[in-house]
């Protein structure tokens, strides 16, 4: 039972929770990771699938552009921030990728005095030297993710990769996913040195899984939580409260969860502590995801406001569009926006992954206390 009544992200300058179009480019991936679903809500990858072909994605940039623009009218200027991610599947195994970043930065251009865009891409990083070379000026912000499960020769290739991105001043960050079998636990330790060796900014995380594949061990519990409490400040997290009594292979999503971009969190409005891991359970909760996020699955067309979240405005789970009517769904948004009807989400789901970060509350009217400071604003405030 979660016994918090509100929460939301740090401010935090140096990791500002902004607007994500998280753009699922593929289903492919060079990679078969076995905690990545390929079937399913979660589908992640399915290798059996084609890519999308170019035409269609060149039209969808142009409507997460048009939509993100809408959404950016909500905000003061100094908080018009968008971040387009571009991932998988593997979105660098795309054979049109290069051309899909440039068109990325071509179509970007009517909206460049009104909001800031950011280019990143969730990445294996697992790439020809050849092409990666065309990819890295083209991405503002690399975030990577570092597998156990890859060859020794892959391997090589994911360090070579994020010290040519380094090389380049690209900003960079590595997702370490800590699996949970030992040796390979043990793995993902050992890059940790490396990433510390050569100065790259790196986050350890717990597998989402929902099943009892992937528990971890008590001892691993206690190693995340050290590293939880090291992020933290002025609290003791919901983690320490149950690591203690741990004692067997544990679901770390059934003691809580950290945010997917680091970022801490204050809990009631109490903004003198900050948390890293927290609880992750927020029935019939208000949650302004929408606001912070878009997620299109190229591959079906499906449009859905966050890509673990999936709630809609109907206060199910579903998409709330999909691109073949694209021109439906800028509509319908353009309506929330001019008459002022923007609906608020209600929670749904047993558990939140993704979207973690987004401002929610218990009650309406907790929510709308602390939305305000988050910049979304009707349009009768004067901001």
């Known amino acids: 039972m979660n016994s918090v009544k509100s929460l939301e992200p740090v401010i935090d300058p140096t990791n500002k929770i902004l607007f994500l179009l998280d753009w699922e480019l593929t289903l492919k991936c060079n990679l078969d990771c076995a905690y990545c679903p390929s079937t399913g809500i979660h589908q992640s990858h399915d290798n059996s699938t084609r890519h999308p072909p170019l035409a269609d994605c060149l039209k969808t940039i142009d409507f997460m552009f048009e939509y993100a623009d809408m959404y950016m009218s909500l ?146 519990i206690k190693w995340f939580d050290n590293i939880y409490q090291s992020k933290s400040f002025n609290s003791t997290s919901k983690l320490t409260k149950l690591s203690a009594d741990v004692v067997d292979s544990t679901n770390m999503l059934d003691l809580g969860r950290a945010c997917c971009g680091g970022r801490q969190l204050h809990q009631d409005q109490n903004y003198k502590t900050r948390d890293f891991f927290v609880a992750n359970r927020f029935p019939d909760w208000y949650c302004s995801v929408n606001h912070f996020f878009l997620y299109i699955k190229q591959y079906t067309g499906d449009v859905f406001v966050n890509k673990d979240c999936k709630m809609n405005f109907n206060g199910t789970v579903g998409a709330i569009g999909n691109l073949k009517h694209a021109d439906q769904l800028l509509n319908e948004t353009k309506n929330y926006i001019d008459t002022d009807t923007m609906p608020v989400i209600q929670c749904k789901k047993s558990q939140c992954l993704c979207g973690l970060c987004a401002p929610k509350a218990a009650t309406q009217g907790e929510y709308d206390t602390i939305i305000k400071k988050y910049f979304i604003k009707k349009t009768s405030w004067d901001i």
């Not at 990728?97 to 251009?109: G, I, M, P, S």
């Not at 391997?155 to 010290?163: A, C, G, I």
Request: include cysteine; hydrophobic fraction near 35%; aromatic fraction near 8%.
């Open 75 to 220: 905000r003061p200027k100094s908080l018009r921030q968008v971040v387009l991610n571009v991932y998988g599947g593997e979105s660098l195994h795309h054979p049109d990728v290069v051309t899909v970043l440039e068109q990325v930065h071509q179509r970007y251009q009517p909206y460049r005095d009104r909001w800031n865009l950011t280019i990143t891409t969730t990445t294996n990083a697992i790439v020809s030297d050849k092409k990666f070379a065309k990819i890295i000026p083209l991405v503002d912000e690399f975030t990577t993710s570092y597998h156990t499960h890859t060859t020794d020769k892959q391997k090589q290739q994911f360090k070579k990769n994020l010290l040519a991105i380094q090389a380049a001043g690209r900003r960079l960050k590595c997702v370490v996913l800590m699996h949970s079998e030992s040796e390979l636990f043990a793995d993902a330790n050992d890059m940790i040195a490396w990433l510390i060796e050569n100065n790259i900014r790196h986050l350890p995380r717990a597998l989402d899984h929902f099943s009892d594949d992937f528990n971890y061990e008590p001892q691993q």
